[in-house]
Structures are given as C-alpha cells and as structure tokens.
C-alpha cells in the first residue's frame, strides 16, 4: 500500500490525488522545489468547514447553554494544539511534504503544521464531495473532543476562566507578560500571568498563545487554592511579584 492510500484508508474518504499532494504540501517544501503552491489555501477552506460542522454540533447537542459557554468549547475543539492531537493519531507528520530546513528541526512535530495540515485535507475533502461528506470527517476526527469539551470546564479556555475567578474575587483583570528565546524557527515563549501585581502562573510553549493558556491555568489553581484556603490575593502561595519573576 502506497503512504498517499494508507493515509486515505485512515481517513476513510477518497481525495483526489493532486488534491492530496496539495494538502500535505508546506511552505518550506513549496519555497524550496522553485514556488510550488502551498497547502495554505486548502487550511482557509477548511477552517472554515471545521468551525462550521463544530459550531452547529455544539447548537444542536447543547441546546442549553449559553453562547459563551459553547464559544468556549469551540475554541477548545478547534484549538491548535487539539488538532495536533488529531493529526498524530493519523500519523500525519509522516506524511507533510516539509522543506529540508522544517524537517531538521522537527517540523513534523510541530503542532501549528500538524493542525494546519488538517485543516488543509478538510479543505481537501470539501472541494471533492462536498459539505456533507466533509462534516462526517470532520464528526470522525474531532467527536472525542467535543465530548471532553463538554465535561472539561474552566480548562476549555483557562485565559477566560482566570479572567471570570479574578472578576468575581473582587482582583483586576488579569495582565501577561512573556519573553521568547531561540530563533524564528524554534522559538520558544514564556508567559507569566499576573493578578494583582503578582506572578501567579509561568507557562512555556511554542506559541505565545499556548504559553499564556498554560501560565493562565496555573494561576487559575492557585486562586482556587487560596480561595478554598481563605487566603486573599495578597497570599503566599505563588508569590512573587512580576518584575521579580520576569528577571529570574
């Protein structure tokens, strides 16, 4: 079995094979073979049928919930690092046409090319069958995640939730503050998310984004810990404060 079937067969949908090629295909490859075209108009596409299929699912199975609450699952379902996860079950990264520079550095692992690569086989998919056909890809590929982001709660959007525990405790909106290191093609952020002039939550990641959900989320505890504690926001647990931590 060809990688181009082996990879249909996990699918479970036919796409037509230039189509195909053209999904997998990164810039980094594309520069470097003379201006290929990219699979980058293919992952607009197919963001868009994405958030459609995940929006109306969420609709029609929450008929609930307030439209914060199924905003917040959305982002959590069509997150970058939530596709990446659908694309190594796929094995995807085997497959990414990438550039000799991407590849050295790991680029099949990186989680913005595996999600944008999904993205890109949706459009894919959409522009052979049709929108019907791409929401039954899309309901096969992200389901476990819709069902997770049901039960997850604040961890849908720790940014959001931090923002909603500070507001309600009575503390100011939540600032970050973040520096990065590396170079361009690995660049590697770190946040800090501060409440009330202290450091509460560090978090690292390859995307500022990422970092700042993951400093959000560790503030988050703590908060939630000093609130079970009857501790205030000026509690030790934490502490530290902005500038003290940005320098260390």
Known sequence: MTPAAD??????VDIDPELLVLALTHRSFAHEAGGLPTNERLEFLGDTVLGLSVTEALYRRHPDLPEGDLARMRAATVSQR????????LDLGSYVLLGRGETITGGNEKDSILSDTVEAILGAVYLCHGLEVARSLVHR???PLLEAAAVRGAALDWKTSLQEFAS????????????????DHARVFTSF??????????????AKKHAEQDAAKEAYLVLEERAAAGTGASGTAGGGSADESASA
């Open 141 to 143: 590929l992200v389901d």
């Open 168 to 183: 309600a405790a009575g503390l100011p909106a939540p600032e970050y503050r973040w520096e990065a290191a590396g170079p």
């Open 7 to 12: 990879l249909l067969e996990k699918l479970g």
């Open 82 to 89: 939530a596709l990446a996860r659908v694309a190594r079950d």
């Open 193 to 206: 998310a501060v409440v009330d002039g202290d450091v509460l939550g560090t978090g690292t990641g390859t």
